[in-house]
């Protein structure tokens, strides 16, 4: 189990289980984003110039799975 965190307070989980058979397989559970922080990952401000201002946003809470196999040519 692995918990991460970043500058913008973001925390996230990452569960893996690996070796679930003979060709080590992998499968992992995680989550981003946790407690659905709404955070800017960039803006500008224009000014009173042109009047408006632009802003990104980060992702949202983020929930997945994913299936790992390596293949091997033996």
């Known amino acids: 189990v692995r918990v991460v965190g970043n500058t913008q307070g ?3 989980t990452t ?7 003979q060709e080590d397989p992998q499968a992992a559970a995680f989550a981003r984003n946790l407690f659905d922080r709404k955070y800017r990952t960039y803006g500008i401000d224009f000014g009173p110039l042109f009047g408006f201002s632009s802003n990104v946003y980060g992702d949202p809470r983020t929930f997945g799975l994913q299936l790992t196999y390596n293949f091997s040519a033996s």
């Open 10 to 12: 973001l925390s996230g």
């Open 15 to 21: 569960i893996t289980i690996r070796g679930l058979g």
